[in-house]
């Protein structure tokens, strides 16, 4: 490739790479808010706004009580400023008169705003075939579909009304996979968690449409703390899929949730994502802190737990979606497209904990860093002993964009049992001047090589996704990189 | 917590030490060196020894090591030379150099050096007789600030081998370093410490092995250092055979000039508890830095492998490749990373890491780590950890070959990979044998 051409294909890189977050906006809404800073009387009064039982404020104390003992980890491959916990506000709703029992008494400001962000409330997203439950700030409002999930004796809520409507499947189920104790983050999340959804499936059902939910951060200075639990008894399926975006804001927000899977014999339990949360500017001024916990388990023989994630936002996103493998049979997976640009910084990955006999797991993950972004994949594939013929098959893939950017892989695998098989493989690698080279002379402009390579690098994991959502993921990830070799 | 405060009595046992060992030196405490074993004393008293919250230690519990207050290894009495002989690998015996606990031994050392200024010899000797290449090179790559191990042996380090090829010139013989602890009369802590220096357009083969008398426990903390200059070619090979109730720490760094190319073959058998620091530095372009590792533990035994590859330059290769055999209760550690600095564009480097768990009981914690922060590069890793072949010990057993010899014959070809890369002949048949008759005990 010679000088000219070089340069030629920096500056279309260039300009890609600049392309504008277009989630950015906010929405000129009332909102109701607690004052900032933690403390028992600020969790005491989020509780109180939300009607909460007594079992569940005191659930909420004692995490956070246990929080208070805890320190902040900082083994994760990211650096950010200390945050002070104290200095956000933890509850943020839009005002909302009374819960809407339909779409018509939902403010049209904040149908508009989700219909913005091209997330349709409206029913005639049933064409989609798709069942939202959106989120804004703190709480739920809305959730679409309701009534025939309902007619299949499916739960689909948020995760507030689960609390009130359902207190026996919440009890059970709430920190059944993540602990309250688990870590920092998970510990302070039950404590102020403030929404989230709320999704059951009965025995021997399998969801007859996607499920949703739709995180939107609005609110200045706030966290956002939603939990998800999601449980398949018997032979159920479900297919669920979680997106977000936030504005842009010159200061961090935190966003700490906990999603919990729990999925009994022969159920399948396939969860995508495709985080967008606002990445921050170029000079790495604000953006979300993306802290997230994430945790299945395979409580029974035969079940599944897939996980799909799409991660082009964030300043810093650091979670590890896992699969407890501890029913026999059980399959876990895990497939993740990382994208970083400019100065952001990613350490996710996942843990595959074999438990069960026959118990097998697979990892494809895609890390692309461009601008001066770190990217790092940290994953654990353990085998106890006892878990016969347990099986796990890994492939991490990076791709570097530019020569100020780093890729980082750091798998662990921890193996004790004889009869185990695992494989990991890794690679590093830039987009090949040879390919680009081909599609130029087949007339294919570099622009568009860069997003076909791409394409092709991200495919194994995009071919997980839904549809519609595959769709989406592509368009994300061309604008979030366009045009990258160097 | 127990562990914790046990960790800091047994460090001062360490540090209380040096005032005896440093009066044993009389006068060459006044040497230069002298001045950075001081400050390297002076470093392990502020780092101590690892614990298991150290990300490099998470696998490794060094308690074991750290109950035993071993002394200072006192210059022995020499061996018989029958009993060295065992030792001695075929061919190599007019080209030894013999140590017992960690002191270089003249009588059983058998070495003539080539007339053309190569020099082969204890580094106790170059101490005394060579400051000039001493204060160039030694000390000044094994980073005692950072690593406690480092710390204790610079801190006692008083002897052990100096080989040093001049400029242009190719040494033909392998060099035989053989390290013999005797510890029959009692325990003992050693410091070996090892400098070799390539010169320009220089050849040196180098074969390392450590042995072990007597039934008593003892620990060997070994240095070694390679300084090798432009188009220089280094083939290390490093055999550790040490007994079963032993302690070895081996720490190895070498630092490449432009056009070289190292090849180490690292090997361990022996050992109670080993842990082995490997660092390959490529500090300039178009090196070439290849490291090949083979282990195998059984019963109680704890091996832990940790390696870096540290791509500083651009143009440069690596290879690595490292395998291990498991029985019995034993545990395998290995930890592969690869560093590609900002500017190292056009680096390769590969990186292959399988191992065998051939028990119920066996385990092995695996963390192969690529850092890379150059985008112009190819680098890829792969670890396996699986059992032998069922079809293979199949096809084996359908043409009448017994279970235990086909167990045997596929353990040696999934051995002889790494093998393979030995390039003194003699010293891979020799330690094929010996192989062959340890995999009939897994």
């Known amino acids: ?486 | 917590m127990k562990e914790f405060s046990n960790n800091v009595d047994i460090k001062d046992w360490y540090i209380s030490h040096f005032q005896a060992f440093e009066n044993s030196l009389n006068g060459s405490s006044k040497a230069p060196f002298h001045q950075i074993r001081r400050s390297a004393i002076a470093k392990f008293a502020d780092l101590g020894f690892p614990g298991r919250r150290d990300e490099e230690w998470k696998y490794t519990n060094l308690s074991p090591l750290l109950k035993h207050q071993f002394p200072v290894a006192a210059r022995p009495t020499s061996l018989p030379a029958e009993t060295v002989r065992q030792f001695v690998f075929k061919g190599l015996a007019e080209n030894l150099l013999v140590f017992v606990n960690g002191r270089y031994s003249r009588e059983l050392s058998n070495y003539r050096a080539p007339a053309n200024g190569v020099i082969v010899d204890s580094l106790g000797n170059a101490l005394k007789n060579r400051p000039e290449v001493i204060d160039r090179y030694l000390a000044k790559y094994a980073p005692f600030e950072k690593e406690s191990f480092v710390a204790l042996n610079t801190a006692f380090a008083v002897d052990g081998a100096f080989i040093y090829a001049p400029d242009n010139v190719a040494v033909e013989q392998p060099v035989h370093l053989l390290y013999i602890s005797d510890a029959s009369a009692g325990s003992h802590f050693a410091s070996p410490r090892n400098l070799i220096v390539a010169g320009r357009n220089s050849q040196v083969k180098i074969v390392e092995s450590y042995h072990g008398l007597g039934e008593n426990p003892y620990f060997n903390n070994v240095v070694t250092e390679a300084a090798v200059n432009e188009n220089a070619r280094v083939d290390h090979i490093r055999i550790q055979d040490e007994r079963l109730n032993a302690y070895h720490v081996y720490s190895l760094e070498t630092h490449q000039q432009q056009n070289s190319v190292y090849w180490m073959v690292n090997v361990d058998m022996g050992g109670a508890l080993v842990r082995n620091n490997l660092t390959l530095t490529l500090d300039a372009e178009n090196c070439e830095g290849h490291l090949l590792g083979f282990y195998m533990a059984n019963g109680k035994q704890h091996i832990d492998n940790h390696t870096a590859i540290d791509h500083a330059k651009p143009n440069c290769f690596s290879n690595e490749l490292y395998k291990g055999i498991l029985g019995g209760k034993a545990k395998g550690v290995f930890n592969g990373k690869i560093f590609v600095r900002r500017d190292a564009q056009k680096t390769n480097a590969y990186q292959n890491n399988k191992a065998l768990l051939l028990s119920e009981e066996a385990t092995i914690n695996s963390k192969p780590q690529l850092e890379i922060f150059a985008d112009d590069v190819k680098c890829s890793h792969g670890a396996t950890v699986g059992q032998l072949d069922n079809e293979a010990l199949f096809y084996l057993r359908s043409r009448g070959i017994p279970q235990e010899q086909a167990n045997s014959i596929l353990q040696y070809a999934f051995a002889s990979e790494v093998f393979g890369h030995i390039t003194i002949d003699s010293v891979r048949e020799h330690l094929e044998e010996i192989i062959e008759e340890r995999f009939a005990r897994l």
Request: hydrophobic residues 35%; glycine residues 6%; proline residues 3%.
């Open chain 1, 1 to 486: 490739m010679n000088k000219d051409q070089q340069s030629n294909d920096q500056q279309i890189i260039e300009s890609r790479i600049k392309s504008e977050y277009k989630w950015g906006f906010t929405t000129d809404i009332e909102t109701e808010t607690v004052p900032s800073g933690l403390n028992e009387d600020i969790i005491r009064m989020i509780s109180a706004k939300k009607n909460e039982p007594e079992w569940m404020l005191e659930w909420r104390l004692k995490a956070y009580r246990h929080w208070l003992k805890m320190a902040e980890p900082h083994w994760p491959n990211v650096h950010y400023d200390a945050i002070d916990y104290q200095d956000a506000y933890y509850y943020a709703a839009p005002k909302q008169e009374k819960r809407p029992e339909s779409l018509d008494e939902v403010d049209p400001k904040l149908i508009e705003t989700f219909n913005k962000l091209g997330i349709s409330l409206e029913e005639q997203k049933l064409l989609a075939g798709v069942a939202v439950d959106a989120v804004m700030d703190s709480v739920s409002v809305a959730t679409t579909f309701k009534d025939e999930l309902r007619k299949l004796g499916i739960i689909f809520c948020s995760f507030s009304e689960a609390i009130r409507e359902h207190p026996e499947l919440v009890k059970k189920y709430i920190g059944f996979v993540v602990p309250p104790n688990d870590n920092f983050f998970a510990a302070l999340n039950a404590a102020v968690f403030t929404d989230g959804s709320f999704c059951y499936i009965p025995k021997g059902v399998r969801c007859p449409m996607e499920l949703s939910t739709y995180f939107r951060i609005n609110a200045a200075k706030t966290g956002q703390f939603e939990r998800t639990l999601i449980v398949a008894e018997e032979g159920a399926y479900v297919s669920y899929l979680e997106g977000c975006t936030a504005p842009m804001r010159d200061e961090n927000q935190l966003h700490a949730a906990v999603v919990e899977l729990v999925a009994h014999k022969n159920a399948q339990i396939k969860y995508s994502t495709v985080q967008n949360w606002y990445p921050g500017d170029e000079q790495g001024k604000g953006g979300i802190y993306n802290f997230v916990t994430k945790r299945g388990v395979c409580l029974e023989e035969n079940s599944k737990i897939s996980w799909t994630q799409v991660e082009t936002g964030s300043a810093i996103t650091w979670k590890y979606p896992s699969v407890i493998l501890q029913g026999d049979n059980s399959i876990g997976e895990f497939y993740s497209v990382a994208l970083t640009n400019n100065l952001q910084q990613a350490d996710t990955g996942t843990k595959m904990i074999h438990v069960g006999k026959n118990t097998r797991s697979t990892i494809v993950s895609k890390g692309i860093s461009a601008g001066r972004s770190n990217n790092s994949y940290r994953g654990l594939v353990k085998v106890h002993k006892g878990a016969l013929n347990a099986r796990n098959f890994s492939q991490c893939d990076s791709l570097l964009i530019g020569d100020k950017c780093g890729a980082h892989t750091f798998p662990y695998l921890e193996i004790q049992e004889k009869s185990a098989k695992v494989e990991h493989e890794a690679t590093t690698s830039k987009i090949g001047e040879d390919q680009i080279f081909y599609c130029n002379q087949r007339g294919i402009s570099t622009e568009d090589a860069i997003g076909l390579v791409v394409n092709g690098y991200c495919k194994e994991v995009f071919k997980e996704l839904p549809m519609e959502f595959a769709v989406e993921a592509q368009k994300l990830l061309a604008i979030s990189l366009e045009g990258s070799v160097g």
